[in-house]
């Protein structure tokens, strides 16, 4: 095979693998992030757990305030019923203490909720803290192979790069030229020509270009799509390779 086509060939292999390790050290992040999400939903969880603790705190105590100030405030109303005179007096100061009663129970009943609510807070704060640990270690795991990983593709694509570099240097320009713009118009730039038709956009070619084209000794294009046109010997394409059943037989 005439060599240029044939670097062309290995070119468009380089940048095919240069293209998927690319995207595959794309996904990387992303798949960190997604378990950073959920170690941070675990932590948040978690204070907002903690919160709750310190709110039911708060308010227990604001209520326990509240229950005093209501006892002193009775307490003095207390102390003015020796000095009370006339029935009117002693019955207006009864109404009152009966108010401030009813007030001490609600501030009691107040303290009660909160002391349960602080209890229950308590109660599902080491869950969640477990959580956190779990989705910690499960980070930190999970980090650590996607690094691993992604070292591992920087490594495969700068050896792919490497070996592309050094294709490059070799390949007349003329024909890199039309491979560069071939590949930013298509997607890929050297097709094989099989059966008479071009594998690249699946159009018949000419008698006279296929006869060409079988040749592999020169550089040669696609009339349809421009890609670079070479051919395999049935026998030597790789079986692995899907290919329509030919006159050739199977491939070997
Ligand atoms: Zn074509």
Redesign the pocket.
Known sequence: MYEQLEQLIRLQGLDREAARLAQKLAEIAPQIEETRNLLAAAERAEAEGKAGVETAKKQRRAAEKDLEAQIEKRRKFQEQQSKVKTNKEYQALMGELEALKLEETAAEDRILTQMEAQAEAERLLPGLSAEVGREKAEFQQKERVLRDAEQKLRGELAATEAARAAIVTVVEPASLEVYQRVLKLRGSAV?EVRDEF?M??S?K?PAQNYMEAMRNDRILF?P????ILYHVKAEVRPAAVEAPVSEAGPAA
Not at 224 to 227: E, Q, W
């Open positions: 097709a071009c690249g956009c159009t070619v696609c349809h799509c421009r890609r």
